[in-house]
């Protein structure tokens, strides 16, 4: 069955701290790529996304990912967290046409002030 | 603003009773979707419609209905024969299976 990992459930940083939230997928073929944010009390919304062209993508807030599609990865950075990115992040992975996203389990950020 | 509008905000439900869980979006988008939220497990999608009277099933259909008259609404009502329906529910919807899904703020639905 096709899915999404999220290595860690449960990630505690001070604030100044470089982030690295991890996301494999199995899908073979074409796939379009996302990040997902969910902050306290608000609801889900996009933080970035990966369709084509540069591997390199960078989102709001400072956010980037990087797709390596020999890895099946697609993984979340920031060199320097604040407090304000205390959050919930999905990764959700579609095939080209498919409008069904398959999820991850999600990765609680807690940022240290 | 554009967006998407679900309601209501808490849902309690009795043992043997249907609800029915509204969402309404004036983005003009073509796709709708239902998700299930549960701690630790991510979203699970329960059903999708692509456009105008068709949808879908998604990984957990079972113990849900949905309809698609208008473009702008997507109801999903939770039938008794769901057996667990204590959840967060999440509506979306997109232009394309390309482009992001946006989402409401989702209704809590809890058993009595």
């Known amino acids: 069955a096709q899915s999404v990992s999220q290595h860690n459930h449960h990630v505690i940083l001070s604030e100044a701290a470089s982030l690295e939230l991890g996301c494999n997928y199995s899908?073979?073929?074409?796939?379009?790529l996302f990040w997902y944010v969910q902050y306290p009390g608000q609801h889900l919304q996009l933080l970035l996304k990966y369709f084509s062209g540069d591997p390199l993508v960078k989102g709001i807030k400072g956010f980037e990912a990087e797709f390596i599609k020999s890895k099946f990865s697609f993984n979340l950075r920031k060199p320097s967290v604040q407090w304000s990115d205390t959050a919930e992040y999905f990764c959700?992975?579609?095939?080209?046409?498919?409008?069904?996203?398959?999820w991850g389990a999600g990765t609680k950020l807690i940022i240290k002030p | 603003d554009g967006g998407i509008t679900q309601s209501p905000k808490y849902l309690f439900r009795k043992e043997g009773q249907n609800v029915t869980l509204s969402c309404e979006q004036n983005l003009n988008h073509d796709a709708m979707y239902w998700y299930r939220q549960d701690p630790g497990q991510g979203l699970r999608l329960i059903y999708y419609?692509?456009?105008?009277?068709?949808?879908q099933k998604g990984d957990i259909a079972e113990g849900y209905s949905v309809s698609r008259e208008k473009k702008e609404s997507f109801p999903l009502t939770v039938t008794s024969a769901q057996k667990n329906p204590t959840a967060f529910y999440l509506c979306?919807?997109?232009?394309?299976?390309?482009?992001?899904?946006?989402f409401g703020d989702g209704t809590r639905l809890s058993i009595l």
């Open positions: 419609s692509q456009i105008v009277n068709d949808f």
């Open positions: 959700a992975v579609n095939q080209d046409s498919n409008y069904q996203l398959i």
């Open positions: 979306a919807s997109s232009s394309s299976s390309r482009q992001p899904q946006h």
């Open positions: 899908y073979g073929g074409t796939v379009n």
